[in-house]
């Protein structure tokens, strides 16, 4: 069971918030493009009160449009919580150590592989849809 270092945590951290920001992108371009004043009004908004919960405040938006970003970042945000926090790189259903070559591909990932199998497989019906 090897834990993480502070150095591989360090650069785990740093993908994450590349992630992040490139999500945030993305949803300014939709929400600009979307022709919704309101939406290219709250970009705005949310450009002044800084990076504090981001996915808080989409998630209070509301638009359909950015569903799939909002989730991946508020994914993203929970990692860097548990980073935080210390419980960061332990799978929260079976404690286990997720693995470095796993969280370099997926650094938000929540489970092991082997739980994240069965939790695709009990929740395969809510799934996202294809856009
Ligand atoms: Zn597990």
């Known amino acids: 069971m090897a834990k993480l270092t502070?150095?591989?945590?360090d650069a785990l951290k740093q993908q994450l918030n590349q992630q992040r920001a490139g999500l945030w992108e993305e949803v300014r371009s939709e929400l600009e493009n979307s022709g919704n004043q309101h939406f290219r009004d709250f970009i705005g908004d949310v450009a002044d009160t800084g990076?504090?919960?981001?996915a808080e405040t989409l998630a209070d938006l509301n638009a359909?449009?950015?569903?799939?970003?909002v989730h991946e970042i508020r994914a993203i945000e929970e990692a860097l919580a548990r980073i935080e926090d210390g419980s960061y790189g332990a799978c929260s259903d079976c404690g286990a150590d997720i693995g470095l070559s796993r969280l370099e591909v997926q650094p938000a990932?929540?489970?092991?592989?082997?739980c994240q199998t069965v939790h695709e497989k009990t929740h395969s019906a809510a799934a996202p849809s294809a856009r």
Not at 109 to 114: E, H, P, Q, S
């Open 6 to 9: 502070s150095a591989q945590t």
């Open 51 to 54: 990076d504090n919960a981001l």
């Open 64 to 69: 359909t449009i950015v569903d799939r970003q």
């Open 109 to 114: 990932a929540l489970r092991c592989i082997g």
